[in-house]
């Protein structure tokens, strides 16, 4: 190395270790020579005892404390000019503080500033060059004016592992300071804040039940606890309860056609924390009350359809078991709407349906049946002539009130909504001029008209239908095996008599046939050939034609009897593209475009067999109910209804673990018809007609979903004009119609979500 590159070593090496004696040196020791400063110093006034201090002083800059200069009484903290400097002023034991201001340095006229009593003892000094002094009022005094606050010592492991970030000292008047140990005023209220880390859902991973005692509230932008304010009264450090780290939820109610569910709808079960949440797992109850004018209805919890486990004249009590993220309690209230039963002579009207949730029944003097039920519900009313009498008519009455039949003795039916009905039986005497048609029907079929009263000599047809898979084994009359054409028996009455069916397993596809036993001198008939576009053929030959025909054709395929469309007709209308409407009956018919079809395995059984199941969930009236075979080639039902309902909305339900999910709407036309997209599943449906559309989405309610819709939501919210349709506004389905809904609205219809 040569002399110049040893100097320059040594010279680097000097300039390190002078670097090292700066960095050792304190960052707010100062020089006059090196930063101007300044004095603050302090001064009393009062009642004291001036041979010692009275008071305890700290200060500090940026941080740092300042080193206490002089002796007492003219002691002093030298600060740098143009800072902030915190300094501490607190009265020892013995004394208290009334209130502190800041003088210029042996003025006493010139008053800088009146602090009052900081409520820990903290005061500001901003330096200007001017030597300053902070004057207090201070007095003797039996008791402690400030207590110490610091950190416990396991909660500051807890900084130290990570189990909490910080701790924050507020106090009465909103100021804070997070420097500990700090002071506060004997008997003033504090409140403590401590952050925490969180998960990447922004979910606390330290769970924090009280602070000091005090009961805490959880901020998740600021991934912070609160606790309430509590007072000091002596030397204290802050502690925690700390709570388990359980899986967290929520629980939300919606009650759906009740204004004002303010103490109507709640969950009486208390939270696990001030946040509202509850652990999962925990089993809560929650109260729905009755209402003057409306009735309780279906409720659901996280979609799954649950009924009351007590009720009582308040009333229903339902129980429930949290899961994770957001739990939803949705109940339906039901409008008041009366059915009224008049005594009828000669026989009885027994009502069998809801009387829960405030319904009831009144029973007048004359003997009249009164029900107040709700909309929606669902009636059945079983109808008894006395002794030698039978029924003659039954009949519903009032606004909107829809035909009523009689089946076995019984009418069933759908109440609509704000409606006063009365039904009414009339029973006539028996006479010798009438015989009784006795039906006994099998298992896996029906016959319908069921057992009747007709005058001697009526011409009587009964139809015989068999269940899907299943075909009539044999069809007798008081004994004797009779034919059946197109699944009909028609003969005229002259005596009382028994007709009996009874159905067996089909072996083979096809449709229904009547097979009847050697020996009875008839030949079996065979399965009733489907029509296209009025013409009689087999299926095969039907696909034969099919097959042949131009792109884009349509067709009219009368099935006669049949449900299950065979694979190759399935293939022959895809291939072609071809629309073909298969009609069902005289009011029913499907549609298939092959142009939709896209499996290579191709199924439809259109089946249209009765349901029965309720409809809880959906509203409107029940304008049809049936039971599906499923289908994979996007049929669409087409149905007539009656001309009243020109206009109306059909909705077209599935049925599902007892509660209906919305499918398609269709607004029904002029012609009285509803093409109703959907149902491709098997199992049951129901069709429910009223006059909103339950699309979800349709806030103008006008049966599709389009950009007017996004904007009745947004007008909607900024109080323009009211949704025509409320209940189908809230898009997204988190409970609230806000501007994301107009906004997930308009990406549906853009075909981006």
Request: proline letters at 3%.
């Amino acid at each position: 190395m040569t002399h110049s590159e040893q100097l320059g070593s040594k010279l680097i090496s000097m300039l390190l270790v002078f670097a090292m004696i700066l960095a050792l040196v304190p960052a707010v020791s100062f020089t006059a020579s090196a930063v101007e400063t300044e004095r603050i110093g302090f001064y009393c006034e009062g009642s004291y005892d001036t041979s010692k201090p009275c008071y305890i002083s700290s200060a500090t800059y940026n941080g740092k404390p300042l080193e206490l200069q002089g002796t007492f009484p003219d002691e002093y903290y030298l600060a740098p000019v143009g800072a902030e400097i915190e300094v501490t002023l607190v009265p020892d034991n013995g004394y208290r503080i009334e209130e502190v201001s800041l003088m210029e340095w042996k003025s006493d006229v010139n008053l800088l500033k009146n602090y009052g009593l900081s409520p820990g003892g903290t005061y500001t000094v901003t330096t200007d060059g001017r030597d300053k002094l902070l004057v207090m009022a201070i007095y003797s005094w039996t008791g402690q004016q400030y207590y110490n606050v610091d950190i416990a010592d396991s909660l500051k492991q807890d900084i130290s592992d990570g189990k909490i970030n910080s701790v924050m000292l507020t106090y009465h008047d909103g100021t804070a300071t997070n420097d500990f140990p700090a002071y506060a005023l004997n008997d003033k209220p504090v409140a403590v804040s401590i952050d925490v880390p969180t998960d990447s859902n922004g979910e606390p991973l330290t769970v924090i039940e009280s602070i000091n005692g005090a009961e805490v509230s959880y901020n998740s932008d600021e991934q912070r606890y609160t606790s309430e304010y509590f007072s000091i009264s002596q030397d204290t450090a802050i502690t925690v309860q700390y709570g388990d780290n359980a899986e967290l939820c929520t629980v939300s109610t919606l009650a759906i056609n009740l204004p004002n569910t303010e103490n109507k709808v709640a969950v009486v079960t208390a939270p696990y924390n001030s946040r509202g949440q509850y652990k999962v797992g925990t089993e809560c109850e929650i109260f729905a009350n009755v209402t003057e004018d409306k009735f309780i209805g279906d409720a659901d919890f996280n979609g799954v359809a649950i009924e009351p486990y007590k009720e009582d004249s308040d009333g229903c009590y339902y129980k429930v078991t949290t899961a994770a993220g957001e739990n939803k309690f949705v109940i339906s209230y039901a409008d008041l709407s009366t059915l009224t039963i008049p005594k009828p002579a000669n026989g009885s009207v027994n009502f069998s349906g809801r009387l829960d949730g405030g319904r009831s029944s009144e029973t007048l003097s004359d003997g009249t049946q009164v029900y107040s039920i709700g909309t929606g519900d669902m009636v059945t009313l079983t109808i008894t002539p006395d002794e030698g009498y039978r029924i003659k008519s039954v009949k519903l009455d009032g606004n909107k009130a829809p035909e009523v039949t009689i089946e076995n003795d019984v009418c069933t039916f759908m109440m609509d909504q704000l409606v006063s009905w009365t039904f009414t039986a009339e029973f006539e005497k028996m006479s010798a001029d009438y015989a009784t048609v006795t039906v006994k029907c099998g298992e896996n079929g029906t016959v319908t008209p069921s057992t009747s009263d007709y005058p001697i000599g009526t011409e009587v047809t009964l139809t015989v239908t068999p269940y899907k898979g299943y075909q009539v084994k044999s069809a007798t009359l008081d004994g004797k095996t009779v034919r059946l054409t197109n699944g009909k028996y028609t003969f005229t009455l002259t005596a009382d008599c028994v007709f009996s069916v009874e159905f067996r397993k089909k072996s083979t596809g096809g449709s229904s046939s009547v097979h009847y036993p050697s020996g009875s001198g008839s030949t079996a008939i065979k399965d009733y050939d489907p029509v296209l576009n009025g013409n009689s053929m087999s299926w095969s030959e039907i696909a034969a034609a099919l097959s042949k025909m131009d792109e884009n054709s349509k067709v009219n395929i009368d099935l006669n009897g049949s449900t299950v469309v065979s694979s190759e007709i399935l293939k022959a209308i895809k291939e072609n593209k071809i629309s073909a409407n298969l009609k069902f009956d005289s009011s029913k018919s499907w549609t298939i475009d092959g142009s939709r079809i896209t499996s290579e395995s191709a199924y439809a059984d259109l089946s249209l067999l009765p349901g029965t199941s309720s409809a809880k969930g959906a509203r409107g009236i029940a304008g049809y109910r049936f039971t599906t075979g499923g289908n994979n080639v996007g049929a669409e039902l087409n149905i007539k209804f009656k001309d009243e309902y020109v206009g109306k909305f059909a909705n077209l339900y599935f049925i599902k673990d007892g509660s209906a999910e919305s499918v398609s709407t269709y607004k029904i036309a002029g012609d009285g018809y509803a093409v109703l997209p959907g149902a491709a599943s098997k199992g049951e449906y129901v069709i429910m007609l009223g006059d909103y559309s339950d699309l979800n989405g349709d806030a103008n309610n006008d049966g599709t979903l389009n950009a007017l819709d996004a904007n009745a939501v947004l007008r909607d919210i900024t109080g323009l004009e009211a949704g025509a349709n409320p209940l189908m506004a809230d898009f997204n389905g988190d409970g609230e119609v806000n501007a994301l809904d107009a906004s997930d609205v308009l990406k549906k219809i853009a075909e981006l979500i």
